[in-house]
């Protein structure tokens, strides 16, 4: 399986237990796949390896490898909507979540059995986790920043500043493709969960006309968690733009299987790691730069 991405459309009740500061900073690691790791604690459990993900709007429990490691009850189960199909999935409600100084608890856990021999972190962590605040991405210093207020960013006229879409529970900016015809501009998911550049989902490929514009790489396939088989072409895009930055030469994933889902575009961490992020979830703002 070459990609896995996981969206989850459920929002749980924040309660936290830590003092409001005016920043704080949570060291992270850049795996070699392009995702962000990062430590984090369940019901007062040792340290765990957990995945940030951007594109999760909940909490994951990876039953392959968190079984025997924690003792968690699921009393109910949920559809898992992902970018390949919907899932049912178990859910574990009434957990304590922490990450450094920052505690969630009465938070559920959504039971995926992710195969062993692809992934070995425990779980994922959406990005509600932080939607109060506003967030930080350094992938320069691997370290990601939670700040209260915009007065805490340093040098923000350095960064572009522009409005985040939301769909339903996930975000997208624009990004314009420039093809063989006229240019092509469509949302993008900003997702560190996906480990490539680009893929860009069946229905905007055929609307913005993206087949046979570009070099053509060879052909792929994934396999979301619900088993649905998606196949593309992968192509090379060599100039795009988002937020009026210029991004050259895009190995991208166009998507020829028909989705029963209502995704455009995800943009990943192949791409992500080269920009300085933050991201304002209340006022549906992203400021962005490159490293």
């Not at 959504?110 to 605040?133: C, L, N, Q, R, T």
Request: glycine share 6%; with cysteine; aromatic share 12%.
């Amino acid at each position: 399986m070459k990609y896995n991405i996981l969206f989850l459309l459920h929002f749980c009740i924040l309660f936290f237990s830590f003092p409001i500061l005016a920043q704080d900073t949570i060291p992270i690691t850049i795996g070699n796949d392009n995702r962000i790791y990062l430590k984090a604690s369940v019901n007062g459990s040792e340290a765990l390896d957990f995945i940030f993900d951007t594109g999760a709007s909940a909490m994951v429990a990876n039953t392959t490898m968190t079984d025997k490691k924690l003792q968690l009850t699921y009393g109910s189960t949920i559809e898992n909507i992902g970018a390949n199909g919907v899932s049912t999935q178990r859910v574990s409600a009434g957990n304590t979540l922490r990450i450094g100084r920052f505690e969630r608890k009465n938070e559920e856990l959504i039971g995926i059995a992710y195969p062993k021999e692809h992934y070995s972190f425990d779980g994922v962590i959406g990005y509600p986790f932080f939607e109060d605040y506003l967030m930080e991405i350094d992938y320069a210093s691997q370290r990601i920043v939670i700040h209260t207020s915009e007065k805490t960013i340093a040098n923000p006229n350095t960064f572009e500043k522009i409005s985040l879409q939301f769909m339903g529970d996930l975000f997208y900016m624009d990004m314009t493709v420039f093809k063989k015809e006229t240019p092509a501009t469509f949302p993008v998911m900003i997702d560190t969960g996906y480990n490539g550049d680009l893929i860009v989902y069946h229905k905007i490929v055929s609307q913005k006309g993206l087949a046979d514009q570009f070099q053509n790489l060879g052909s792929s396939q994934s396999e979301g968690t619900d088993g649905t088989i998606m196949r593309s072409d992968e192509v090379m895009i060599p100039k795009a733009m988002f937020a009026n930055i210029l991004v050259e030469n895009i190995n991208a994933n166009l998507n020829k299987t028909p989705a029963t889902i209502d995704f455009t575009a995800i943009v990943g961490g192949a791409i992500m790691k080269d920009f300085h992020w933050i991201f304002d979830f209340k006022k549906r703002l992203l400021y962005i730069k490159s490293r």
